[in-house]
């Protein structure tokens, strides 16, 4: 009924997640795996549509190696979920109702708004830190619709994935291919969910890197008529709280990425010219990049 896609980098991994699969999953499965640790990697929106192409259900689980999935009969989960609502073009575990303009990554940030969907463990092997249950439910039910999920795991239809496949001509690293194929469901009238009924554990915690940055700033230009876009009501005034909040947070992430002052600067300057931000908040932002650049010189 399932077929699972994974692009995978650590043969000890893959079996495990392998092993793991095959323990809970509860229905009739295929893993189609692809060894992308060589020196020629694929990036992973072409590896999932190779994979889209080679599977023979009709259910496609996408997801990384560095998972435990700890549901029991999750598939029969995924089956239901698809069975109750035919219009669903992703399912995840974890996502935002709201996705900004401002470059980002799948989340965005609100002070009166519940807006984050999700409930995994997250581990951290490179900080050291005890693990993290994330579980945000914003309501009563254990299903809620979203804008976009974290690519750690999803599943879609295959016949969607075949005919509105991940823009592989676009994005050929390993960043922004979940934010995209989200955006890509909805504007093809399909909707993206997360279920909270399904309890995984993800062992890298990931990073941001200038590579993530440059495919962000890419999926933001193609997208940049569609964004913002939301399906949630918002308080009036809450998409410019939540925007001012998107671009601290970019700012904040490019001075740990190792951007300069000039860098922020430009990028700016740039999100001006497209219209993204007024004369006022191109100037507010610049100011807050200045004072995290310079905080981040003090640290150094």
Same mark, same amino acid.
């Given at each position: ?160 994935? %075949?005919?509105? /496949?991940?823009?592989?001509?676009? $994005?050929?690293?390993?960043? &922004? *291919? ?6 890509? @469901? ?45 399906? %949630?009501?918002? /308080?009036?005034?809450?998409?410019? $709280?939540?925007?001012?909040? &998107? *671009? ?6 490019? @001075? ?45």
């Amino acid at each position: 009924m399932i077929s699972v896609i994974i692009a995978s980098v650590d043969e000890k991994r893959l079996q495990d997640v392998k092993n793991n699969i095959e323990e809970t999953i509860g229905v009739e499965y295929e893993i189609i795996s692809f060894n992308n640790g060589g020196t020629d990697k694929l990036g992973l929106c072409e590896v999932y549509n190779d994979g889209a192409k080679a599977a023979k259900y009709n259910l496609l689980c996408f997801m990384h190696e560095d998972i435990s999935i700890k549901t029991q009969n999750w598939g029969l989960e995924v089956v239901n979920c698809f069975k109750k609502n035919p219009k669903i073009g992703v399912l995840g575990i974890a996502g935002s109702a709201y996705k900004s303009a401002a470059p980002s990554g799948w989340f965005a940030e609100s002070h009166h708004t519940n807006l984050l969907y999700c409930n995994y463990i997250q581990s951290f092997k490179n900080k050291g830190e005890e693990s993290v249950h994330y579980l945000e439910k914003g309501g009563k039910s254990d299903i809620a619709q979203a804008v976009c999920v974290d690519g750690m795991w999803f599943c879609s239809q295959r016949e969607i994935a %075949i005919k509105h /496949p991940f823009d592989q001509n676009l $994005l050929k690293g390993f960043h &922004g *291919y979940d934010i995209d194929f989200c955006l890509n @469901v909805i504007q093809n009238g399909y909707e993206v969910m997360v279920s909270l009924n399904i309890l995984m554990e993800h062992f890298s915690e990931g990073g941001y890197s200038k590579s993530w940055f440059e495919d962000t700033l890419k999926l933001h230009d193609k997208w940049a008529n569609f964004l913002p876009v939301a399906v %949630i009501e918002l /308080p009036d005034g809450e998409r410019n $709280l939540i925007e001012k909040s &998107g *671009y601290k947070w970019i700012l904040k992430k490019m @001075v740990s990425m190792g951007y300069s002052f000039k860098d922020l600067k430009l990028f700016l300057k740039v999100q001006k010219v497209k219209g993204n931000l007024s004369n006022g908040s191109f100037l507010k932002y610049l100011y807050y990049g200045f004072k995290y650049s310079g905080s981040n010189q003090k640290k150094a």
